[in-house]
Protein backbone atom coordinates (compact mmCIF):
# COMPACT_ATOMS: atom_id res chain seq x y z
CA UNK A 1 0.00 0.00 0.00
CA UNK A 2 1.37 3.91 -0.76
CA UNK A 3 2.55 5.66 2.28
CA UNK A 4 1.53 8.93 3.22
CA UNK A 5 4.53 11.46 3.56
CA UNK A 6 3.99 14.51 5.36
CA UNK A 7 5.92 17.88 4.79
CA UNK A 8 5.16 21.17 6.33
CA UNK A 9 6.29 24.40 4.26
CA UNK A 10 5.36 28.32 4.01
CA UNK A 11 5.66 27.98 0.18
CA UNK A 12 6.27 31.77 -0.26
CA UNK A 13 9.62 31.84 -1.96
CA UNK A 14 10.00 28.37 -3.76
CA UNK A 15 13.42 27.48 -4.59
CA UNK A 16 15.20 24.62 -5.63
CA UNK A 17 15.51 23.33 -2.02
CA UNK A 18 11.98 23.16 -1.44
CA UNK A 19 11.90 21.29 -5.07
CA UNK A 20 14.24 19.31 -3.76
CA UNK A 21 12.28 18.13 -0.42
CA UNK A 22 9.62 17.93 -2.52
CA UNK A 23 10.66 15.19 -4.87
CA UNK A 24 12.30 13.36 -2.31
CA UNK A 25 9.02 13.30 0.02
CA UNK A 26 7.39 12.35 -3.20
CA UNK A 27 9.86 9.24 -4.05
CA UNK A 28 8.82 8.11 -0.68
CA UNK A 29 4.47 7.96 -0.85
CA UNK A 30 1.86 10.16 -1.57
CA UNK A 31 3.43 13.51 -0.54
CA UNK A 32 0.59 15.29 1.78
CA UNK A 33 1.93 18.98 2.03
CA UNK A 34 0.44 20.83 5.36
CA UNK A 35 0.92 24.65 4.16
CA UNK A 36 1.38 26.78 7.29
CA UNK A 37 -1.54 29.72 7.60
CA UNK A 38 -0.49 33.43 7.91
CA UNK A 39 -1.25 32.83 11.34
CA UNK A 40 1.18 29.58 11.91
CA UNK A 41 3.68 32.08 10.22
CA UNK A 42 3.05 34.98 12.29
CA UNK A 43 3.25 33.99 15.66
CA UNK A 44 6.86 33.13 14.73
CA UNK A 45 8.20 35.14 11.09
CA UNK A 46 7.12 37.98 9.50
CA UNK A 47 3.62 37.77 7.20
CA UNK A 48 4.46 36.28 3.65
CA UNK A 49 4.17 38.10 0.81
CA UNK A 50 1.77 35.77 -0.97
CA UNK A 51 -1.59 35.26 0.97
CA UNK A 52 -2.36 31.87 1.67
CA UNK A 53 -4.52 31.27 -0.96
CA UNK A 54 -2.01 32.31 -3.65
CA UNK A 55 0.51 30.38 -1.57
CA UNK A 56 -1.92 27.15 -2.04
CA UNK A 57 -2.17 27.44 -5.52
CA UNK A 58 1.67 27.40 -6.14
CA UNK A 59 1.99 24.74 -4.42
CA UNK A 60 -0.98 22.63 -5.44
CA UNK A 61 0.92 22.78 -8.79
CA UNK A 62 4.24 21.77 -8.15
CA UNK A 63 5.13 17.88 -9.32
CA UNK A 64 4.81 15.38 -6.39
CA UNK A 65 2.54 16.71 -4.29
CA UNK A 66 -0.57 14.61 -3.24
CA UNK A 67 -2.83 17.08 -1.76
CA UNK A 68 -2.07 20.80 0.10
CA UNK A 69 -3.98 20.95 3.80
CA UNK A 70 -3.89 23.95 5.87
CA UNK A 71 -1.52 24.05 9.00
CA UNK A 72 -3.14 25.92 11.35
CA UNK A 73 -0.41 25.86 14.01
CA UNK A 74 3.73 26.98 14.02
CA UNK A 75 3.92 23.04 15.75
CA UNK A 76 4.02 20.11 12.89
CA UNK A 77 2.18 18.23 15.81
CA UNK A 78 -1.07 18.83 15.67
CA UNK A 79 -1.26 18.25 11.87
CA UNK A 80 0.75 14.99 12.04
CA UNK A 81 -2.06 13.84 14.82
CA UNK A 82 -4.81 14.71 12.51
CA UNK A 83 -3.20 13.13 9.45
CA UNK A 84 -1.35 10.01 11.16
CA UNK A 85 1.11 9.83 8.11
CA UNK A 86 3.28 6.50 7.94
CA UNK A 87 6.45 9.03 7.30
CA UNK A 88 7.42 12.59 7.87
CA UNK A 89 9.92 14.37 5.88
CA UNK A 90 12.22 17.23 6.69
CA UNK A 91 15.79 18.88 6.16
CA UNK A 92 18.22 18.26 8.95
CA UNK A 93 18.88 21.67 9.40
CA UNK A 94 16.41 20.98 12.32
CA UNK A 95 18.49 19.26 14.47
CA UNK A 96 20.50 22.44 15.21
CA UNK A 97 17.97 24.98 14.67
CA UNK A 98 15.54 27.37 15.95
CA UNK A 99 13.09 23.65 15.48
CA UNK A 100 14.82 21.53 17.48
CA UNK A 101 12.40 21.54 20.62
CA UNK A 102 9.44 20.62 17.57
CA UNK A 103 11.58 18.59 16.23
CA UNK A 104 12.07 16.14 19.26
CA UNK A 105 7.79 16.47 19.71
CA UNK A 106 7.58 15.45 16.22
CA UNK A 107 10.08 11.99 16.92
CA UNK A 108 7.46 11.97 20.26
CA UNK A 109 4.35 11.69 18.50
CA UNK A 110 5.28 9.93 15.33
CA UNK A 111 6.18 6.86 17.93
CA UNK A 112 2.44 6.42 18.47
CA UNK A 113 1.59 4.89 15.19
CA UNK A 114 4.70 3.45 14.30
CA UNK A 115 5.28 6.69 11.98
CA UNK A 116 8.68 7.43 10.97
CA UNK A 117 10.91 10.79 10.16
CA UNK A 118 12.84 11.06 7.13
CA UNK A 119 15.69 13.79 7.51
CA UNK A 120 17.44 14.55 4.40
CA UNK A 121 20.78 16.53 4.03
CA UNK A 122 19.68 20.24 3.97
CA UNK A 123 20.33 22.51 0.67
CA UNK A 124 23.37 24.64 1.55
CA UNK A 125 23.27 28.11 0.73
CA UNK A 126 19.62 28.75 0.57
CA UNK A 127 16.88 28.77 2.55
CA UNK A 128 13.59 30.88 2.69
CA UNK A 129 14.61 33.41 5.96
CA UNK A 130 17.29 34.30 3.43
CA UNK A 131 15.47 34.46 1.15
CA UNK A 132 12.58 36.26 2.66
CA UNK A 133 15.13 39.10 3.97
CA UNK A 134 16.55 39.43 0.88
CA UNK A 135 13.67 40.41 -0.85
CA UNK A 136 12.45 42.89 1.99
CA UNK A 137 15.66 44.57 1.66
CA UNK A 138 14.52 45.12 -2.18
CA UNK A 139 11.31 46.09 -1.36
CA UNK A 140 7.91 45.53 -1.82
CA UNK A 141 4.59 46.90 -4.18
CA UNK A 142 2.08 49.54 -2.60
CA UNK A 143 -0.96 46.76 -3.48
CA UNK A 144 1.16 43.71 -1.44
CA UNK A 145 1.59 46.74 1.30
CA UNK A 146 -1.63 48.03 1.25
CA UNK A 147 -3.07 44.44 1.96
CA UNK A 148 -0.86 43.54 4.85
CA UNK A 149 -2.68 45.37 7.44
CA UNK A 150 -6.02 43.06 7.08
CA UNK A 151 -4.14 40.17 6.48
CA UNK A 152 -2.27 40.99 9.88
CA UNK A 153 -5.47 41.67 11.31
CA UNK A 154 -6.97 38.05 10.50
CA UNK A 155 -3.73 36.30 11.74
CA UNK A 156 -2.94 37.69 14.28
CA UNK A 157 -4.77 38.31 17.90
CA UNK A 158 -3.26 41.77 18.03
CA UNK A 159 -1.13 44.02 15.58
CA UNK A 160 1.55 46.11 17.08
CA UNK A 161 2.47 49.19 15.51
CA UNK A 162 5.22 51.48 15.88
CA UNK A 163 5.50 55.25 15.47
CA UNK A 164 7.69 56.17 12.92
CA UNK A 165 8.54 60.03 11.76
CA UNK A 166 11.45 59.54 8.94
CA UNK A 167 13.21 57.05 7.32
CA UNK A 168 15.48 56.33 10.12
CA UNK A 169 12.82 55.84 12.40
CA UNK A 170 10.93 53.42 9.80
CA UNK A 171 13.57 51.59 9.51
CA UNK A 172 13.52 50.59 13.18
CA UNK A 173 9.99 49.62 13.19
CA UNK A 174 10.67 47.31 10.51
CA UNK A 175 14.09 45.73 11.55
CA UNK A 176 13.74 45.56 15.89
CA UNK A 177 13.58 42.26 17.06
CA UNK A 178 13.24 40.30 20.20
CA UNK A 179 13.92 36.79 20.21
CA UNK A 180 11.18 35.10 23.12
CA UNK A 181 10.40 31.71 24.27
CA UNK A 182 7.21 31.77 21.74
CA UNK A 183 9.07 33.21 19.04
CA UNK A 184 10.97 36.42 17.23
CA UNK A 185 8.86 39.61 18.85
CA UNK A 186 8.45 42.17 16.03
CA UNK A 187 6.57 45.73 14.84
CA UNK A 188 4.38 45.10 12.34
CA UNK A 189 3.92 48.15 11.08
CA UNK A 190 4.44 51.70 11.25
CA UNK A 191 2.36 55.01 12.69
CA UNK A 192 2.99 58.23 10.54
CA UNK A 193 2.24 60.47 13.32
CA UNK A 194 0.85 64.24 12.96
CA UNK A 195 2.60 64.94 16.36
CA UNK A 196 5.93 63.28 15.56
CA UNK A 197 6.22 64.50 12.11
CA UNK A 198 4.97 68.14 12.97
CA UNK A 199 7.66 67.85 16.29
CA UNK A 200 10.54 66.66 14.11
CA UNK A 201 10.20 69.52 12.42
CA UNK A 202 9.65 71.56 14.96
CA UNK A 203 5.56 72.51 14.17
CA UNK A 204 3.29 72.32 16.54
CA UNK A 205 0.50 69.16 15.98
CA UNK A 206 -2.41 71.55 14.49
CA UNK A 207 -3.25 69.69 11.26
CA UNK A 208 -1.25 70.18 8.07
CA UNK A 209 0.62 73.03 9.09
CA UNK A 210 2.32 71.77 5.66
CA UNK A 211 0.75 68.66 3.89
CA UNK A 212 3.75 68.51 1.81
CA UNK A 213 6.11 67.84 4.47
CA UNK A 214 3.86 64.73 5.71
CA UNK A 215 3.70 63.52 2.49
CA UNK A 216 7.51 63.62 2.46
CA UNK A 217 8.27 61.78 5.43
CA UNK A 218 5.93 59.14 4.56
CA UNK A 219 7.69 59.00 1.35
CA UNK A 220 10.99 58.45 2.69
CA UNK A 221 9.53 56.30 5.47
CA UNK A 222 7.70 54.31 2.14
CA UNK A 223 11.31 53.96 0.57
CA UNK A 224 13.14 51.67 3.35
CA UNK A 225 10.37 49.81 4.73
CA UNK A 226 7.98 46.84 3.45
CA UNK A 227 5.59 46.73 6.25
CA UNK A 228 2.25 48.46 6.48
CA UNK A 229 1.78 52.21 7.38
CA UNK A 230 -1.71 53.30 9.13
CA UNK A 231 -1.68 57.19 8.28
CA UNK A 232 -2.51 59.90 10.59
CA UNK A 233 -5.01 61.72 8.60
CA UNK A 234 -5.81 64.29 11.71
CA UNK A 235 -9.70 65.37 11.25
CA UNK A 236 -9.46 64.37 7.38
CA UNK A 237 -10.25 68.41 6.43
CA UNK A 238 -13.47 68.90 4.46
CA UNK A 239 -15.10 65.87 2.75
CA UNK A 240 -14.25 67.38 -0.72
CA UNK A 241 -10.52 67.34 0.55
CA UNK A 242 -10.46 63.94 2.08
CA UNK A 243 -11.39 62.17 -1.10
CA UNK A 244 -8.31 63.02 -2.45
CA UNK A 245 -6.08 62.12 0.61
CA UNK A 246 -7.74 58.75 0.35
CA UNK A 247 -6.61 58.39 -3.45
CA UNK A 248 -3.17 59.43 -2.74
CA UNK A 249 -2.21 57.21 0.50
CA UNK A 250 -4.27 54.13 -1.02
CA UNK A 251 -1.84 54.92 -3.99
CA UNK A 252 1.66 54.64 -1.91
CA UNK A 253 0.26 51.47 -0.73
CA UNK A 254 -0.65 52.64 2.50
CA UNK A 255 -3.10 50.59 4.31
CA UNK A 256 -5.25 52.43 6.26
CA UNK A 257 -6.21 56.36 7.50
CA UNK A 258 -7.55 57.13 10.92
CA UNK A 259 -9.38 60.48 10.93
CA UNK A 260 -10.88 61.91 13.98
CA UNK A 261 -14.19 63.62 14.81
CA UNK A 262 -12.95 66.95 15.50
CA UNK A 263 -13.13 69.84 13.73
CA UNK A 264 -12.03 73.67 13.88
CA UNK A 265 -8.39 73.97 14.30
CA UNK A 266 -7.40 70.65 15.53
CA UNK A 267 -5.42 70.35 18.74
CA UNK A 268 -3.30 67.45 19.63
CA UNK A 269 -5.57 65.01 21.78
CA UNK A 270 -2.77 64.87 24.70
CA UNK A 271 -2.63 68.61 25.15
CA UNK A 272 -3.85 69.85 27.93
CA UNK A 273 -6.09 72.58 28.02
CA UNK A 274 -9.53 73.75 29.37
CA UNK A 275 -10.72 74.35 25.83
CA UNK A 276 -12.78 72.24 24.81
CA UNK A 277 -12.23 70.94 21.08
CA UNK A 278 -15.31 71.10 19.16
CA UNK A 279 -16.46 67.79 17.89
CA UNK A 280 -17.66 67.01 14.28
CA UNK A 281 -21.58 66.34 14.78
CA UNK A 282 -22.73 62.45 13.87
CA UNK A 283 -24.09 63.52 10.41
CA UNK A 284 -20.39 65.91 9.80
CA UNK A 285 -18.32 62.93 10.86
CA UNK A 286 -20.57 60.02 9.25
CA UNK A 287 -20.70 61.75 6.01
CA UNK A 288 -16.81 62.31 5.44
CA UNK A 289 -16.43 58.47 6.35
CA UNK A 290 -18.52 57.71 3.80
CA UNK A 291 -16.96 60.06 0.60
CA UNK A 292 -14.09 58.41 2.22
CA UNK A 293 -14.97 54.62 1.47
CA UNK A 294 -16.88 55.94 -1.88
CA UNK A 295 -13.54 56.97 -2.95
CA UNK A 296 -11.37 54.29 -2.43
CA UNK A 297 -10.46 52.11 -5.47
CA UNK A 298 -9.59 48.88 -3.92
CA UNK A 299 -11.11 47.18 -1.42
CA UNK A 300 -7.94 46.24 1.19
CA UNK A 301 -7.94 50.21 2.13
CA UNK A 302 -9.57 50.69 5.45
CA UNK A 303 -11.04 54.01 6.57
CA UNK A 304 -10.79 53.88 10.57
CA UNK A 305 -13.02 56.23 13.04
CA UNK A 306 -11.21 58.04 15.87
CA UNK A 307 -13.57 58.57 18.46
CA UNK A 308 -12.83 61.40 20.87
CA UNK A 309 -15.85 61.69 22.57
CA UNK A 310 -14.03 60.79 25.88
CA UNK A 311 -11.01 63.32 25.72
CA UNK A 312 -13.57 65.98 24.71
CA UNK A 313 -15.25 64.82 28.36
CA UNK A 314 -17.95 63.28 27.37
CA UNK A 315 -19.45 59.57 28.41
CA UNK A 316 -18.38 56.12 27.13
CA UNK A 317 -21.95 55.85 26.51
CA UNK A 318 -21.79 58.75 23.87
CA UNK A 319 -18.47 57.41 22.93
CA UNK A 320 -20.21 53.99 21.95
CA UNK A 321 -23.17 56.36 19.72
CA UNK A 322 -20.39 58.02 17.37
CA UNK A 323 -18.31 54.37 16.81
CA UNK A 324 -22.20 52.84 15.89
CA UNK A 325 -22.80 55.83 13.78
CA UNK A 326 -19.24 55.27 12.47
CA UNK A 327 -18.97 51.61 11.50
CA UNK A 328 -23.34 52.28 9.59
CA UNK A 329 -21.16 55.15 7.80
CA UNK A 330 -18.85 52.58 6.51
CA UNK A 331 -15.85 52.89 8.69
CA UNK A 332 -13.75 49.40 8.90
CA UNK A 333 -12.46 50.10 11.96
CA UNK A 334 -12.73 51.88 15.49
CA UNK A 335 -9.87 54.17 16.77
CA UNK A 336 -11.02 54.89 20.57
CA UNK A 337 -8.46 57.43 22.48
CA UNK A 338 -8.73 58.83 26.35
CA UNK A 339 -5.76 60.39 28.08
CA UNK A 340 -7.23 58.94 31.75
CA UNK A 341 -4.49 57.32 32.76
CA UNK A 342 -6.62 54.31 34.43
CA UNK A 343 -7.49 52.82 31.34
CA UNK A 344 -11.20 51.83 32.90
CA UNK A 345 -12.57 54.15 30.13
CA UNK A 346 -11.13 52.36 27.49
CA UNK A 347 -11.67 48.93 28.65
CA UNK A 348 -15.57 49.80 29.12
CA UNK A 349 -16.11 51.08 25.49
CA UNK A 350 -14.03 48.18 24.38
CA UNK A 351 -16.86 46.08 26.42
CA UNK A 352 -19.99 47.65 25.21
CA UNK A 353 -18.54 47.78 21.47
CA UNK A 354 -17.66 44.04 21.20
CA UNK A 355 -21.35 43.41 22.73
CA UNK A 356 -22.22 44.89 19.26
CA UNK A 357 -19.71 44.33 16.84
CA UNK A 358 -17.70 41.01 17.23
CA UNK A 359 -15.46 41.51 14.54
CA UNK A 360 -15.10 45.44 13.65
CA UNK A 361 -11.51 46.12 14.27
CA UNK A 362 -10.22 47.97 17.22
CA UNK A 363 -7.63 50.13 17.84
CA UNK A 364 -5.62 51.81 21.27
CA UNK A 365 -3.22 54.52 21.64
CA UNK A 366 -2.00 53.26 25.04
CA UNK A 367 0.36 56.12 25.71
CA UNK A 368 -1.21 57.45 29.33
CA UNK A 369 -2.90 53.88 30.52
CA UNK A 370 0.36 51.61 29.78
CA UNK A 371 0.34 49.52 32.29
CA UNK A 372 -1.65 47.24 30.12
CA UNK A 373 0.31 44.36 28.19
CA UNK A 374 -0.64 43.98 24.69
CA UNK A 375 -2.44 40.47 26.07
CA UNK A 376 -4.49 42.28 28.15
CA UNK A 377 -5.59 44.86 25.60
CA UNK A 378 -6.34 41.53 23.35
CA UNK A 379 -8.61 40.70 25.91
CA UNK A 380 -10.39 43.66 26.45
CA UNK A 381 -11.06 43.20 22.25
CA UNK A 382 -8.30 45.00 20.61
CA UNK A 383 -7.05 44.42 17.68
CA UNK A 384 -4.45 46.78 17.01
CA UNK A 385 -2.35 48.52 19.56
CA UNK A 386 -0.02 52.13 18.49
CA UNK A 387 3.46 52.90 20.41
CA UNK A 388 2.25 56.83 18.85
CA UNK A 389 5.32 59.00 19.74
CA UNK A 390 8.02 56.86 21.56
CA UNK A 391 10.99 56.89 18.75
CA UNK A 392 10.76 60.57 19.05
CA UNK A 393 10.29 60.75 22.70
CA UNK A 394 13.45 58.66 23.27
CA UNK A 395 15.38 60.73 20.37
CA UNK A 396 15.00 64.40 21.80
CA UNK A 397 16.35 63.78 25.53
CA UNK A 398 19.11 61.32 24.08
CA UNK A 399 20.03 64.01 21.39
CA UNK A 400 20.08 66.98 24.24
CA UNK A 401 22.19 65.53 26.54
CA UNK A 402 24.88 64.85 23.56
CA UNK A 403 24.70 68.36 23.36
CA UNK A 404 24.87 69.33 26.80
CA UNK A 405 27.81 66.91 27.41
CA UNK A 406 29.63 68.87 24.40
CA UNK A 407 28.75 72.21 25.83
CA UNK A 408 30.39 71.07 29.27
CA UNK A 409 32.95 69.57 28.03
CA UNK A 410 34.19 71.93 24.96
CA UNK A 411 34.53 68.89 23.26
CA UNK A 412 33.12 65.37 22.30
CA UNK A 413 35.03 63.00 23.54
CA UNK A 414 32.93 62.18 26.76
CA UNK A 415 30.11 61.80 24.54
CA UNK A 416 31.49 58.50 22.56
CA UNK A 417 29.66 55.94 24.59
CA UNK A 418 26.37 58.16 24.07
CA UNK A 419 26.85 57.63 20.35
CA UNK A 420 26.88 55.01 17.69
CA UNK A 421 30.45 54.44 16.45
CA UNK A 422 30.93 55.67 12.40
CA UNK A 423 31.37 52.44 11.26
CA UNK A 424 28.03 50.99 12.69
CA UNK A 425 26.36 54.52 11.30
CA UNK A 426 27.82 53.81 7.67
CA UNK A 427 26.69 50.24 7.62
CA UNK A 428 22.91 51.38 9.11
CA UNK A 429 21.92 52.04 5.74
CA UNK A 430 22.04 49.22 2.94
CA UNK A 431 23.92 51.25 -0.16
CA UNK A 432 26.36 53.15 1.72
CA UNK A 433 30.18 52.87 0.40
C1 LIG B 1 -0.53 61.30 16.92
O1 LIG B 1 0.37 60.48 17.14
O2 LIG B 1 -0.36 62.30 16.24
C2 LIG B 1 -1.87 61.08 17.46
C3 LIG B 1 -2.04 60.22 18.64
O3 LIG B 1 -2.81 61.63 16.92
S1 LIG B 1 -2.09 61.27 20.00
O4 LIG B 1 -0.89 62.09 19.99
O5 LIG B 1 -2.17 60.42 21.16
O6 LIG B 1 -3.25 62.13 19.90
MG1 LIG C 1 -2.28 63.07 15.49
Known amino acids: ?93 WKTNYLSKIREECFEVMKEWNGEIVEIPYTKGINSTALAENAA ?26 EAHSGLSGLIAEHAAV ?7 QFDGMWSSSLTDSTSKGKPDIEAVDLTTRLQSLT ?46 KKNSLFGTEAKQVLATEEEFCEKISAGKRAQVTKDFMIIARIEEIIAGYSVDEAIKKAFAAVKAGADGIMIHSKNKSGMDIKEFCHKFRAEYKNIPIVLVPTTYNQFTESELCEWGANI ?29 EVNDMCMPIKEILELIPGTK
Not at 143 to 152: E, F
Not at 179 to 185: A, N, Q
Not at 396 to 406: D, F, N, Q, T, V
Open 1 to 93: MTKTVYLGITGDIIHPGIINIINEGAKLGELIIGLLTDSAIVSHKRLPYLSYEQRRQVVENIKGVAKVVPQEDWSYVPNLKKYKPDLMIHGDD
Open 137 to 162: SIGTTPDIRRAALRRLIAAKPIVRIL
Open 179 to 185: TKEDGVH
Open 220 to 265: DILECTTKPIIYDGDTGGIPEHFVFTVRTLERNGVSAVIIEDKKGL
Open 385 to 413: VIYANHMLRASYPAMRRCAEKILEAERSL
